[in-house]
């Protein structure tokens, strides 16, 4: 098996203004990088989520919200729900005790692609 760290995971979105609104100004994310047509954050040491918003990129690669979720792991995930919801956050679910070891809870960026947040948990 190769030996690797996750470095960047690149969102193809038709808005680049909403997402960068949604991952920076919502969710708090330091911008790293930013261009006409890509913004990319960062999420945690050595790692990035990244938005390309180039409309022939969007129309190659992209797939509305379709295909992928994005997971952030946080200290206290009810914590970080209530401070959302406070904001106007929508939550498809509150957070709850996952049979696999995780308390989560999940939205949707303005793109529509999934947006989990979780704390780890004993599993049931």
Known sequence: MIQTQLQEIILYVRDLDAARGFYSDLLGFPVVYESDWFVSFKTAPNVHLSC???????TLRG??????LVEFRVSDVDAV????????VQFEFAPEDKPWGLRACATRDPEGY???ISTPVAPA
């Open 52 to 58: 390309n918003g180039r409309r022939e990129d969007y």
């Open 63 to 68: 797939t509305g919200g379709r295909g992928t």
């Open 81 to 88: 729900h209530a401070a959302l919801e406070r904001m106007g």
């Open 114 to 116: 999934p947006v989990w």
